[in-house]
């Protein structure tokens, strides 16, 4: 967690949450009670998982676990002391995952069983580099959620365990998976692999900015950003066209893939029909000078 010392006064007043993560047309898979170790007493988690019990039954497959603090991370360490992490978006570019993880090892391709890529989160990285359109809603990164019969293409690289830390606060209001990928055959990796899952407004708020609207602030509120998960947001032009780039230099399965297993919010439109429609045009768009290398597929 993060402890941050700040001197802005908010004038929010409540946060909205958001409860519906999955249409009726993609079920989530049952799930028993998962095994979890935290850091926090057992009372304090209990009562913290009553209060998002409705969220969290909707988010978890019977063979996932969550990633609640770095003691969780640490169980999922090779031999050799590194931890493997799934990328679905900008981390299908092995330049951007270089650029964040410089020390990454065994960059590859897999598939990943059960889980779509949704246009669903406000990412306040596109409102600091100024190519946030707030008015178009054109504000939205990527993220993943569990959908039955669904199956993506993904990127899977090792890490130091050192670099555990600075992930988790990197990627702080996304939900931590550990999954089990596959190889391009089909056949299930040895080792699970963290996965940045879809999180939520309430649990972000209480329990990553410790219900302090201070913390909350520093992330979002200063963009004016009230909502992080949203279903009536559209991508960012240069993030999907770097995404997009990103996963036709993988080759035409993992192309074909993003173009069509990823949706807008309404999880009805896929990229493919949006690029083709309301998105045309995406794709002819060059980035600003400064951010060629990062937004350049």
């Known amino acids: 967690m993060i402890v941050l010392s700040v001197s802005v006064s908010l004038s929010l007043t409540s946060l909205p949450f958001s409860y519906a993560l999955s249409p009726t047309t993609c079920k989530p898979r049952a799930s028993p009670p998962r095994s979890t170790v935290s850091l926090i007493s057992s009372r304090r988690r209990q009562d913290r998982r009553r209060s998002i019990e409705a969220v969290s039954r909707d988010i978890h497959g019977s063979d996932l676990l969550e990633l609640e603090d770095e003691s969780d991370f640490e169980k999922l360490l090779s031999s050799d002391n590194r931890i493997s992490i799934a990328g679905f978006g900008s981390l299908l570019s092995e330049r951007s995952a270089r650029s964040t993880f410089p020390d990454l090892e065994n960059f590859r391709i897999a598939k990943l069983q059960g889980f779509r890529r949704v246009f669903a989160h406000s990412a306040p990285i596109f409102f600091e580099l100024g190519i946030a359109n707030p008015e178009t809603?054109?504000?939205?990164?990527?993220?993943?959620?569990?959908?039955?019969?669904e199956s993506l293409v993904v990127t899977v690289f090792e890490i130091k365990s050192s670099e555990i830390p600075a992930f988790i606060q990197r990627e702080l209001e996304f939900r931590f998976l550990a999954v089990v990928p596959e190889t391009m055959e089909g056949k299930p990796y040895t080792n699970s692999a963290v996965l940045c899952g879809r999180y939520s407004d309430e649990e972000f708020f209480q329990i990553r900015c410790k219900g302090n609207k201070e913390i909350y602030f520093q992330h979002y509120g200063r963009f004016n950003i009230e909502k992080i998960w949203r279903d009536?947001?559209?991508?960012?032009?240069?993030?999907?066209?770097?995404?997009?780039?990103?996963?036709?230099?993988?080759?035409?399965?993992?192309?074909?893939?993003?173009?069509?297993?990823?949706?807008?919010?309404?999880?009805?439109?896929?990229?493919?029909?949006?690029?083709s429609s309301t998105g045309s045009g995406i794709m002819e768009e060059e980035p600003p000078e400064a951010l060629k290398s990062r937004y350049g597929g």
């Open 232 to 275: 009536d947001i559209l991508p960012c032009r240069l993030y999907l066209r770097h995404c997009v780039l990103a996963a036709k230099n993988l080759g035409d399965e993992a192309y074909n893939n993003f173009l069509d297993h990823t949706f807008l919010g309404d999880r009805k439109t896929t990229i493919r029909e949006y690029l």
């Open 137 to 149: 809603k054109e504000i939205s990164s990527l993220s993943v959620e569990p959908c039955e019969g």
